[in-house]
């Protein structure tokens, strides 16, 4: 199922707060620099045109005076709204171009009202180095947008913002997953209270950005399809500097390129925005080069003509209590400790073969065809044996100086297994330019945990190996069909405007009593 890539320019600057007192943000000429360096052609994506925002002018704002650009940025994301729902009608996948993080805020709004449209829910995966979650409830002030987007878009924070068109909330909280953030972000308890579910960067890189990329697929496995946000500064300060709040303590190149193809590679997902990028701190163009090769690899399995989208999201698990952190309750049956690790083994070892080799690649290809063929004898080949997983990589040193992760990330092969993880993980950074507070410490030893979804462990026979097996070799589906046991068909959207994803409706229309937010207003 091929879909055809459309790229949006939303160069807005609206969220952010000024660099210095006669500055403004460069976030807004990210486009032009990524276009620049052939994104388009690369991706063979039509170009959707650019929603040019209002002047930056913040005036006299001061503390205490609500969100900045209030009234600029809602009127901009009406019209960014508006166009994202116009490409999703032409059956194509939209990736929108940022500007700062409020961009989020028209994209939620489109992706509301395509909910509304099929009678379904639409989930976000939020993938970013802050958690964003700044509100009047847990919060002296607010200001910047960008430093506040997820807390707007689940409902939290000034009306003229946080319900626009009288929708509110845009995405439930238990329709959130959050990837990427610091160890030590300042508001991840809020995110957990309020029962979103977080995968920071530690637990990322132990479970691996494939698997982590599965597992976001199942947490929202009742939704009717997903959007995706990535704020680049989700990667370490050491391989892309150029964002205007650079914390330590992120992913690399590769990892964001596994974990991209991941998320985009299944129908349900219906468009993705990348923002923060900031040019001014890029004077050569290397790190807008950077973005552009990892995300027209990561975006390669949209547009594959010879791909058959994994039905990653099939499963219909009847929906349970949800954990900020997204594991399974103590009092929940577990399978034996054997058959988690037999699965877990075959993740890792894919996950190690997606990290080897680039997506072009021949050597991936012909390992790729091993392991399908392991998968159909429900055997592993001896070849695999030496293959370095996820989970035999130590520790990373704090110590180790941030010049090896940047070697790492933009190492020829891709490479992250070999990276220096834990780098300085101190927690967010008093450079942070959205008004952020001192970060809370935790405690995150428990994120490692192999992730269980709504108590239910991952089948060994349907793992991310077999959806491989059916994106790589279409003339096997119909036999995997007919050898798994029978899946009750999925009712879907109206076809004019479920998009280009495959929306499903819910089993129940009925919103969830349990998940009401009081209006936070200003």
Known sequence: MMRRIAVLDAPTNLGLRPPTSTSVPGCGKA????????????????????????????????????????????????????????????????????????????????????????????????????????????????????????????????????????????????????????????????????????????ALRAEGAARTAQWAHEQLADCAGYWVHIDVDVLDPAVMPAVDAPDPGGIAFAELEILLAGLVDTP????????????????????????????????????????????????????????????TPAATERPDRSQRLDGLDRAEQLDGLVRG??????????????????????????????????????????????????????????SVSDAPEGLGSAGVGSSDGRFLMGATPHDTAAETEPAVTNGQARSEQSGVAADIAAMLEPELVERALVEREPVEPEPVGPPASAGPGLLRRPSSPAQDPSDHHKADTV
Do not use: K
Not at 130 to 141: E, I, L, Q, W
Not at 300 to 314: D, I, W
Not at 363 to 379: I, M, N, P, Q, Y
């Open 357 to 414: 080799a680039r997506p072009d690649g021949r050597e991936r290809g012909e390992r790729f065809d091993e392991l399908v063929a392991a998968e159909r004898l429900d055997a592993m080949p001896s070849a695999m044996d030496g293959e370095e997983s996820s989970a035999d990589v130590p520790p990373w040193d704090p110590s180790v100086d941030a010049r090896s992760l940047a070697e790492a990330g933009s190492s020829d092969t891709g």
């Open 268 to 327: 349900h997902c219906l468009g993705v925005e990348l923002t923060v990028f900031d040019p001014d701190y890029d004077p050569d163009g290397s790190y807008a080069a950077e973005i552009v090769n990892t995300v027209v690899a990561g975006l390669a399995p949209v547009s594959a003509p010879e791909a058959v989208p994994p039905r990653l999201l099939s499963a219909r698990p009847t929906p349970g209590p949800r954990r900020g952190n997204g594991r």
């Open 31 to 202: 486009p032009g620099a990524l276009r620049d360096h052939d994104l388009l052609a690369r991706l063979r994506a039509r170009d959707a045109g650019c929603i040019t925002p209002p002047r930056y002018d913040p005036g006299d704002w001061r503390p205490g005076d609500g969100v900045c650009h209030a009234r600029e940025i809602a009127d901009y994301s009406l019209a960014l709204a508006e166009r994202i729902g116009s490409i999703i009608d032409r059956g194509e996948f939209p990736v929108v171009l940022g500007g700062d993080c409020s961009v989020l805020l028209g994209s939620a709004l489109a992706m509301h009202r395509l909910g509304e449209a099929v009678g379904g829910r639409i989930g976000l995966v939020f993938v970013d180095g802050h958690s964003d979650f700044r509100h009047p409830g847990n919060a002296s002030y607010v200001g910047a947008a960008a430093g506040e987007d997820l807390a707007l878009v689940t409902g939290r924070g000034q009306a003229d913002l946080a319900a626009l068109e009288g929708r509110r909330p845009y995405f439930r909280d238990i329709d959130v997953v959050v990837l990427g953030i610091r160890a030590q972000d300042e508001y991840r308890l809020d995110l957990q209270a309020a029962g979103i579910t977080t995968r920071p960067v530690p």
